[in-house]
């Protein structure tokens, strides 16, 4: 009798934080806000334009760690947030709170009373845009924690997400068959890890690989996969016989491959890959 032992994988690239969208914003952080007296959590603020006499507005870039709000408070003038990063919550008074994402335009009206905040576990950035002259934003009450934990995003459809990662990760097999790496590069997140027998390296070194056949992934043959989605976080396990050819060899071998997704705008896109080479021996 056969039995299939096999190392467990070691990542600790495993599970991306949504604090990825703050190393990813168009514009820097900037510094952490000096007036918590405005705030909770954790903010960073970068002016990106002090109004003069040729333009008189301010415009600023904001980025909030998970969780982080700002307080209840009024624009004179009002204010335009352009979202760049992550998923966030506006409410203004009197009216339901929204969930917005990035690429979403907020158009706050002068003189109402609003807050902001990011999501408990996804980082937050706009830029904001306000006139000058009409006068200072009004600061006033703490959002409460009732105010804010009454915000219920939208369920997510596991099942569903999980059959969309488990098609995905098949149809990844074969690009790299194809070596496709176009579409692999869409696919693969700029700081994605690819873990081997012989060593591990990024994106970049990775589809040059592909490119160059310097590792020909001809056909992976799948015997069990399992997906499971952990927010907008993905970890699928594949156990599957690969064949390959590697340095102009042919070879097949059974590998434990450890994959991880994240949620990126919508889409699934590839964190990390890594092999495990299943051993077998007889008793």
């Known amino acids: 009798m056969k039995r299939i032992l096999f190392i467990p994988v070691l990542l600790a690239f495993a599970l991306f934080t949504q604090v990825k969208a703050q190393d990813s914003s168009v514009f820097p952080k900037g510094e952490i806000g000096n007036n918590t007296d405005n705030y909770t959590g954790t903010i960073w603020l970068n002016e990106l334009n002090e109004p003069d006499k040729n333009f008189n507005f301010s415009i600023a870039a904001a980025t909030y760690a998970p969780a982080s709000k700002l307080d209840w408070h009024v624009h004179p003038g009002g204010q335009i947030l352009l979202i760049t990063e992550g998923t966030g919550y506006y409410q203004e008074k009197g009216k339901p709170a929204q969930i917005v994402h990035k690429g979403d335009v907020i158009k706050c009206l002068p003189r109402v009373e609003h807050w902001h905040a990011a999501a408990p576990e996804s980082a937050f950035a706009y830029v904001a845009v306000s006139p000058a002259r009409k006068g200072k934003t ?21 099942t569903n997400e999980e059959q969309k990662i488990l098609d995905l ?14 579409t692999l590069a869409n696919l693969f997140l700029d700081k994605s890890v690819f873990v081997h027998m012989g060593g591990s390296w990024g994106k970049d070194r990775e589809l040059d690989i592909i490119k160059s056949g310097g590792i020909h992934y001809k056909k992976a043959d799948i015997h069990e996969a399992s997906v499971k989605v952990m927010g907008n976080t993905a970890i699928l396990l594949n156990r599957i ?40 021996r007889e008793e």
């Open 241 to 280: 016989t690969l064949l390959a050819v590697v340095g102009g060899n042919e070879v097949t071998n059974p590998f434990m491959v450890t994959e991880v997704y994240v949620q990126e705008n919508g889409s699934w896109k590839l964190g990390s890959l890594s092999f495990t080479k299943l051993m077998t």
């Open 169 to 182: 990760s098949k149809r990844k097999w074969q690009w790299m068959a194809d070596q496709n790496v176009d």
């Open 138 to 158: 009004k600061w006033l009450q703490r959002v409460s924690e009732e105010e804010y934990s009454s915000i219920n995003p939208p369920e997510m459809d596991t």
